[in-house]
């Protein structure tokens, strides 16, 4: 359509963020990192190759996701460990955050309960930035890789994408079917993945991760978390994911829990205080 006479004058209109972040509650960053220093290993588990694993944080401790034999992203799940309803919410995290996390940022839960989940603490990464392309580590804005796009745009019919990796794997921890697990499988933190948008057409990309073994994130538990990570089956997501053909290597997810004393005054967050009225 032809542009309108004053065409410009909107293009050049200069945004506004949506939500502000001034009164956003804010961790106690040096807090965590100090109690971190004193906080002793409690276990291990490895999300293998096109696979996923869970695991489980108490409120107040530490959990670390580590690159370890070869470059590899990671598609992150989170729930209560008490209450599956209550699940990270990726679009109100990337509205309050961006679109890309790192140190001191938080992973928030969904409706009604809002509040934070796991604090990022610690991030080997963070030097990366946001490079020429527009790219950077760690988003919020990719869903995971998922059998039902894949078999709409190409036919296919494969299984180790990160949404059924995730499905099996809470499964196997909760006893639920996977009928029943799926609706709980949510979108992730794509950890290590390196994303962007394109400039001219919008669209959501990927390239090869920077991340090599040893690199690592790490969060504090700000409730009682369950988690399930798929190492995902792009590998480093270089060129494609979905797919066994792409050099895939498995990741290390680690807990550690505090020093007694070391989180002296900390408690973790309460519920949303929003009434839930809704006007009527």
Not at 98 to 117: E, K, Y
């Amino acid at each position: 359509m032809t542009e309108p006479a004053d065409a410009a004058a909107r293009r050049a209109i200069a945004p506004v963020i949506c939500y502000p972040t001034d009164t956003l509650p804010q961790p106690d960053i040096s807090l965590y990192q100090s109690a971190r220093q004193t906080a002793v290993k409690t276990g291990e588990v490895i999300a293998p190759p096109r696979e996923a694993a869970t695991f489980r944080v108490p409120a107040g401790h530490f959990f670390r996701i580590s690159s370890i034999d070869g470059p590899q992203v990671g598609d992150l799940n989170l729930w209560n460990a008490h209450d599956l309803s209550e699940r990270f919410y990726s679009g109100k995290t990337r509205a309050l955050h961006g679109t890309h996390l790192t140190t001191g940022h938080r992973m928030w839960s969904s409706f009604p309960t809002l509040r934070p989940m796991a604090t990022v603490t610690h991030d080997t990464l963070g030097w990366y930035g946001k490079d020429e392309y527009g790219g950077s580590v760690h988003d919020v804005i990719g869903t995971r890789c998922d059998p039902y796009t894949g078999n709409l745009l190409s036919g296919s019919q494969y299984h180790h994408c990160c949404h059924s990796n995730l499905i099996r794997a809470l499964a196997d921890e909760t006893g639920l079917s996977l009928a029943e697990a799926e609706p709980h499988v949510h979108d992730v933190l794509n950890v290590f993945m390196c994303t962007g948008f394109t400039r001219d057409t919008g669209q959501y990309f990927m390239k090869a991760s920077p991340v090599r073994p040893g690199d690592h994130i790490e969060f504090f538990a700000e409730i009682d978390l369950l988690g399930a990570l798929s190492a995902c089956p792009g590998g480093d997501c270089s060129s494609e994911h979905s797919s066994d053909t792409a050099a895939c290597f498995p990741l290390l997810v680690e807990t550690f829990a505090p020093a007694d004393g070391a989180l002296d005054g900390w408690a973790p967050p309460p519920v949303n205080g929003y009434d839930r009225s809704h006007g009527r």
